[in-house]
């Protein structure tokens, strides 16, 4: 299927330590419904993202999310911004070291599900590179790395890119849930996103997460 979407452009403020800003998140989040069928494919095809349970959620939040997916996110999002494959290439690899083999296979599967879903859309850049390096081995194509890379060509800002991904891990960990209530708080989707944009990335330890 050939994508031939005109995106939204959505701006936000430049974060700041407030208690303003996830409702910020919140309320630009409901407007950003495109950006769920984007996601589509991965949520239709990915039996388990990186948390594989809602009672892992803090645990999950609290360490791989903030110590290696939201670092990579951002690094991948500046690197696509700059037009830079080797930067996505080198936050790929840094990604693979703080992995176990299975989050990471894991990993290596919703990507490949997201390059495909998108192979279709028309000049597109470092995204494409991206995608030819990882065919070609030699990068690791990584949802969080791809989904970056992604949502920079589709015109995300970082905030949207990362507000996503954590969403997307959200609904896959939900999906066999009854009724799965929404966190709220700190552990939210926009909780997260703002604690992720405010932190740096010499702020978060390398190591190997246990699946």
């Not at 990507?111 to 028309?122: D, E, F, N, Q, Y």
Request: glycine share 6%; aromatic share 8%; charged share 20%.
């Amino acid at each position: 299927m050939k994508l031939h979407l005109l995106p939204t452009i959505t701006l936000l403020p430049t974060p700041h330590d407030t208690a303003d800003d996830a409702q910020i998140i919140e309320d630009w989040s409901r407007g950003l419904d495109w950006v769920k069928w984007l996601l589509g494919s991965v949520r239709a095809r990915t039996e388990a993202l990186l948390v594989e349970d809602t009672a892992e959620w803090n645990e999950f939040a609290e360490g791989l999310l903030r110590q290696a997916i939201g670092p990579a996110l951002k690094s991948a999002w500046q690197s696509a911004r700059a037009n830079d494959l080797p930067g996505l290439i080198a936050a790929a690899a840094r990604l693979s070291a703080q992995f176990s083999p299975a989050i990471r296979q894991r990993s290596l599967q919703a990507g490949a599900v997201l390059l495909k879903s998108t192979k279709h859309a028309r000049y597109q850049g470092v995204l494409g590179r991206l995608r030819e390096a990882v065919g070609e081995g030699k990068c690791d194509g990584h949802i969080a790395i791809v989904w970056a890379a992604v949502g920079h060509f589709f015109q995300l800002s970082l905030t949207n890119v990362i507000a996503e991904y954590v969403r997307l891990e959200w609904d896959i960990a939900t999906r066999d849930a009854p009724e799965p209530a929404p966190y709220a708080g700190k552990f939210s989707i926009a909780g997260l996103t703002s604690q992720i944009m405010h932190e740096s990335a010499a702020e978060s330890a390398l190591r190997v997460v246990d699946a």
